[in-house]
């Protein structure tokens, strides 16, 4: 088992005080057998009122009412989490589905089938020409040697690179320059996984790396596909690897544009608030 702090800051600076609508923040660690929390504190700036809820994907989803206006929103959270999914690849799959193609089980097409239709459905010519590229259409494969042919791909094949614009690139356009973010990265994954007719989803979350230690980072983006067998298993194409302890999840979703950590909008003048997040994850 591993303890993880997790400190999460996001502030804007307006040019002059601004009517702050109503924020959604998707920041607090899915639990579950694997993670634990152990402590969480979020403070917030200007005066509010919270509600906590939980939204169709069980993600832990808060809504923030401001009271008063203000000239900058400071959102600071600090969580320690116990987290004990530390063989990622100590895992079995149903025998049906160990190699691929297989067909889900009947009993599960309901509620897969949104996983498995791409949300860039005018892509899905480029994704699949890509797919035969890298041999992943002909003949039979071990599927899980499938999804890691395809998360090396994606890690070894495109340069990575930061991108500040809300919102993900299409798949087309990460294959057509050959880049993109962690969340354009995984959003590939996805699309790539659709393409074959597996389930997946987009992750939002946190990662403990030796950047991430020293702060300055921001949250972090991979995938999961459904396994029969062992559920969602996660895989991050910005390192190739299947996630792990060093992966701490916080929302998840079929749309990689619909999970966003801090989301909300404000009245004031037509000028961009000055925009810092400062992500820092250490062990304890």
């Not at 087309?172 to 997946?200: H, K, M, P, V, W």
């Not at 992750?203 to 969602?232: I, K």
Request: hydrophobic share 40%.
């Amino acid at each position: 088992m591993k303890r993880i702090k997790i400190k999460h800051l996001t502030e804007y600076a307006f040019s002059s005080p601004v009517t702050l609508q109503q924020h959604c923040l998707l920041i607090r660690p899915r639990e579950g057998h694997d993670l634990r929390i152990e402590s969480s504190l979020l403070n917030i700036s200007p005066a509010y009122e919270i509600r906590w809820s939980r939204d169709v994907f069980d993600n832990s989803l808060a809504m923030v009412n401001f009271l008063q206006t203000s000239d900058r929103l400071t959102i600071a959270s600090e969580v320690v989490i116990q987290h004990y999914a530390e063989a990622p690849l100590d895992f079995w799959m149903d025998a049906y589905a160990v190699n691929y193609p297989f067909s889900y089980a009947q009993a599960e097409w309901a509620d897969l089938a949104a996983f498995q239709r791409p949300v860039f459905a005018q892509d899905e010519t480029q994704v699949h020409q890509w797919l035969q590229q890298l041999g992943l259409l002909n003949g039979q494969h071990n599927t899980f040697a499938l999804l890691t042919t395809l998360n090396q791909a994606i890690y070894t094949q495109f340069r990575y690179q930061a991108r500040e614009a809300a919102g993900v690139q299409s798949p087309a356009t990460t294959l057509q320059y050959g880049s993109g973010s962690c969340r354009d990265y995984a959003t590939l994954f996805i699309e790539a996984c659709r393409n074959l007719g597996l389930a997946s989803r987009f992750v939002s979350g946190y990662l403990h790396a030796p950047a991430t230690e020293v702060g300055n980072a921001t949250t972090h983006a991979w995938a999961e596909v459904y396994l029969p067998g062992t559920g969602w298993k996660g895989f991050d194409p910005t390192s190739g690897q299947v996630t792990g302890t060093h992966h701490i999840a916080v929302a998840v979703a079929r749309d990689p544009e619909a999970v966003p950590p801090v989301a909300g909008s404000f009245i004031g003048p037509n000028v961009a608030p000055i925009l810092q997040v400062n992500v820092q994850v250490n062990l304890l």
